[in-house]
């Protein structure tokens, strides 16, 4: 197990951490200096020399790395990232529970769950850990960025498991609302079943034909407004993109998905047109203590970024 970071977290995330490969008999210390194996491992836009030079990289006992120190087999070296200027994502993130172990959340459109690639400062995490001082806070299950609602969190890495594993077992209900077009000849409620794949790199799933099926969603209409169909969707699986692939495949996909039927290009810092996609209730009974628990969205549709 590798040594606990010296650093403190920052902007809510923890530092990031590498090692020096272990001693190769045919290659021993392939790298003078430990400088020189940190600009081989990190990419070309780190500025690995301005970073020696501030003192930013550090061994386990806090001590500065420097550009001169002797490379040496399994060593540790801790850092922090820097972070480029995130458009602030409007929107508020309702607390709609916390306890000893779960911390509920109401999420607005357009704010990721976990930080990641451009979204790392404007995530649910980042900026709860900060918020609530939950150092170990993290999500139990996933919610895409566009997609608003109920997200739950353990509030420490020790309660994951237990939560985690209900949600693998899928004694978890989730319930969702999707505002989509009306189709006077689609016979409701429907079972969908079928096969979704989704490629590493691929912005969009799909469904593959003649597959066994790994996808199952309850569609029911539940009113209408403006025109639209409120549809209430209750997923039996958890597959990426799931519930929007689903009601595309029915002719009635989800208002502003800038995915289905057609990508769009969307700039990130566009939240005028949020999809219309809500995770507005969870059931389930508590796997630590056995007492039921049901959290409700206070959101409704059509949502607008602002709420």
């Known amino acids: 197990m590798p040594p606990r970071s010296p650093l403190p977290a920052r902007h809510g995330l923890a530092a990031a951490r590498l090692c020096t490969p272990p001693r190769d008999r045919e290659r021993p210390d392939p790298w003078p200096t430990m400088g020189a194996w940190l600009a081989h491992r990190l990419p070309q836009h780190v500025d690995v020399p301005g970073m020696l030079a501030q003192g930013r990289f550090v061994d386990e006992d806090g001590r500065a790395v420097l550009e001169e120190d002797p490379y040496a087999p399994q060593r540790f070296v801790w850092f922090h990232r820097d972070l480029r200027e995130e458009p602030e994502v409007p929107g508020r ?54 997609t608003s609602g109920l997200l739950m969190l353990a509030t420490e890495a020790r309660w994951r498991g237990p939560y985690q594993t209900a949600f693998e077992r899928r004694a978890v209900d989730k319930t969702y609302r999707a505002l989509a077009p009306l189709r006077a000849d689609l016979e409701l409620p429907m079972v969908v079943r079928n096969h979704i794949r989704k490629e590493r790199g691929s912005w969009c799933a799909e469904v593959v034909p003649d597959e066994p099926v ?25 597959r990426t993109h799931q519930l929007r692939l689903h009601l595309h495949g029915l002719g009635i996909p989800i208002v502003d998905d800038p995915l289905y039927p057609a990508v769009r290009d969307v700039p990130v810092d566009d939240f005028r ?35």
């Open 214 to 238: 790994n996808a199952e969603t309850l569609v029911e209409l539940e009113s209408e407004v403006d025109g639209l169909g409120v549809y209430r969707l209750t997923p039996r699986t958890g």
């Open 273 to 307: 047109h949020p999809l219309q996609l809500l995770a507005a209730e969870v059931a389930f009974t508590d796997p630590v203590d056995g007492q039921p628990r049901r959290f409700r969205s206070g959101r409704s549709l059509p949502l607008v970024a602002q709420d």
């Open 93 to 146: 993130i309702h607390v709609v529970h916390r306890d000893e172990r779960l911390v509920v959340v109401d999420k607005p459109p357009f704010l990721a769950t976990i930080p990641r690639g451009e979204h790392v400062r404007q995530s649910v995490v980042v900026r709860l850990r900060a918020e609530l001082d939950l150092p170990e806070l993290s999500p139990l299950h996933r919610l895409d960025r566009i």
